[in-house]
């Protein structure tokens, strides 16, 4: 019977060994002869060999063991079947949290490490609005628009997922520890790369087709001409995934490769419910629609003919300003509140 260390070895192979690895497996053949196979037709890098391999792999579960992680292997029950199906999908990944995380649908929301507040927010806002119908939210755990949309899902108590360009044990970046953390407790934080690994550049446009292998489709909310979120889209697409993006500001020129997406063809997002309706799922009621009454949190928190400020509405409403900010833009355009000025905001 095939071991996690056969499955750990054909993982420490090149990259470009993946598909030819993968066509193996999926043929039937036992990992320990596929591994057997590539080594005796390609040639490995300097230092490397098949004892040195194994060696590595053995260290690589001692040390998942060690710090917690779960490994799944290509035969596993719990191996996501929408990975699985994708041309070139890991043999095995190692995950930090919850293992039944891998048993929702998930949409996968990406974009600028240096987002606006504007990106920030949509996604922020997205990420819950998804989580509150139970889907689950699949990012790359970055700076800017991958880390508001772990926030946003985490904020709604839903799922989310984070996939590392390093080792599941290493959180890149480091001030994102906390926040891999919180996301263990109800979701995960995985990566095919084994324990220990440090991140390198090479390894982050590897994990963008595990980001978008994962979900049912993937949301970019405000990319430019070179941003690695493209990279994901253009996975997806390969997947035969659903590629969506959110419009924004034209001047600012942060915005060129979502709109380019746009123009090939991705579905414009605006609210959850776009989402929802692209992948036929029937969205739940909801208090951003028109019709928000009294129950709705924000609302609750306004008194009729009074002003309040942003910071007394968010502190009453348990919301946080990044999720705040668009529900009142929201209220503002259903004609239940209105602007006062200097940051605050009437209730009609």
């Not at 054909?10 to 053949?29: E, K, Y």
Request: charged share 20%; glycine share 10%.
């Amino acid at each position: 019977m095939p071991s996690t260390a056969d499955y750990a070895a054909l993982s420490l192979l090149p990259p470009a060994w993946r598909i030819d690895t993968v066509d193996q497996l999926r043929r039937g053949r036992d990992p320990c002869d596929v591994l057997e196979s590539l080594l005796g037709t390609r040639r490995l890098g300097p230092g490397m060999t098949r004892a040195s391999i194994q060696s590595l792999a053995a260290l690589a579960i001692a040390r998942g063991a060690s710090r917690g992680l779960t490994p799944l292997v290509w035969t596993d029950a719990a191996y996501p079947p929408m990975l699985a199906a994708i041309v070139d999908p890991p043999p095995m990944v190692w995950l930090r949290g919850c293992v039944e995380a891998l048993e929702r649908q998930a949409v996968a929301i990406v974009g600028s490490r240096a987002g606006s507040p504007y990106a920030l927010a949509v996604a922020e806002r997205l990420a819950a609005d998804l989580a509150e119908r139970g889907i689950a939210i699949v990012s790359g755990l970055a700076r800017g628009v991958d880390s508001a949309a772990h926030r946003g899902a985490l904020g709604a108590g839903g799922t989310t997922i984070g996939v590392l360009g390093s080792g599941a044990d290493v959180v890149y970046p480091s001030e994102h520890k906390t926040l891999a953390q919180e996301m263990t407790a109800r979701g995960a934080v995985l990566s095919e790369l084994v324990p220990g690994t440090r991140p390198l550049p090479m390894f982050f446009p590897m994990r963008n087709r595990i980001i978008s292998g994962l979900s049912r489709a993937v949301v970019v909310v405000e990319a430019g001409e070179k941003s690695g979120s493209l990279i994901t889209a253009r996975a997806a697409l390969d997947q035969g995934r659903d590629v969506l993006a959110v419009p924004g500001n034209v001047l600012s020129g942060r915005n060129r490769g979502s709109h380019a997406l746009l123009r090939d063809g991705a579905t414009i997002v605006e609210t959850a419910e776009d989402i929802l309706e692209e992948l036929g799922l029937s969205p739940a009621p909801s208090s951003h629609r028109v019709g928000a009454s009294a129950a709705d949190p924000v609302l609750a928190c306004l008194t009729p003919g009074e002003s309040s400020d942003v910071d007394t509405i968010a502190e009453q409403s348990g919301l946080s300003i990044a999720r705040l900010l668009p529900r009142l833009f929201d209220l503002e355009v259903k004609g239940l509140v209105r602007r006062a000025g200097g940051g605050r905001f009437i209730r009609i």
